[in-house]
Nanobody, 116 residues
């Protein structure tokens, strides 16, 4: 059973930065898109950013200009650089891999807390 392992979450003051990383427990073949989602208490899980195998990126409007997603296809890893963090960025961040045959893999989540 493949697992996605996230790291890099934590507590930071507003205006600060964090970098999230995600790697699988073993290599996954045929990954199409990699992405980060987040879920705040009482809210549904929402897409934060995604990146396809050819480098096309998509960002939620609320994070454009502040967050940057990147991936290493050889290592099967994806990172999320988060700058100028705001209290509303607080939540559990989940890594997601989607393959060309539409299999979804999820991480267990990492907590990001931004204090005002």
């Amino acid at each position: 059973q493949v697992q996605l392992v996230e790291s890099g979450g934590g507590l930071v003051q507003a205006g600060g930065s964090l970098r999230l990383s995600c790697a699988p427990s073993r290599i996954i073949l045929g990954i199409n898109s990699m992405g980060w989602y987040r879920q705040a208490p009482g809210n549904e899980r929402e897409l934060v950013a995604s990146i396809t195998s050819n480098g096309y990126t998509n960002y939620a409007d609320s994070v454009k200009g502040r967050f940057t997603i990147s991936r290493d296809n050889a290592k099967n890893t994806v990172d999320l650089q988060m700058n100028s963090l705001k209290p509303e960025d607080t939540g559990v961040y989940y890594c997601n891999f989607r393959t060309t045959i539409r299999t979804n893999y999820w991480g267990q989540g990492t907590q990001v807390t931004v204090s005002s």
